[in-house]
């Protein structure tokens, strides 16, 4: 398992928000819940806290590297699965 601090437009870390990297599936995590998830070409979003707050959702979109105009989008068609991931 490797976990990095993301980094901000300056290339900064950013505290609280982070790129997890395990088994093949790459996760986003700001502070301590995970909100995203791609693997196997597949994205999975947190039902509960995909669209926490600004901050999240400002790293959220550079995870996905999309806005949430287009992130909604594809929730509504069932190409992103919303799921539990921090149980």
């Known amino acids: 398992m490797r976990v990095e601090n993301m980094r901000s437009t300056r290339g900064n870390k950013v505290a609280n928000q982070f790129i997890i990297n395990d088994k093949g599936a790459e996760y ?29 959702g400002k790293y959220r979109n550079q995870f996905l590297n999309e806005g949430i105009a287009d992130t909604r989008k594809k929730i509504q068609s069932g190409e992103y699965i919303l799921t539990d991931l921090n149980n």
């Open 28 to 56: 986003f995590q700001s502070y301590r819940s995970i909100i995203a998830k791609k693997y196997q070409g597949l994205i999975y979003l947190d039902k509960c806290y995909w669209d926490y707050s600004t901050t999240t």
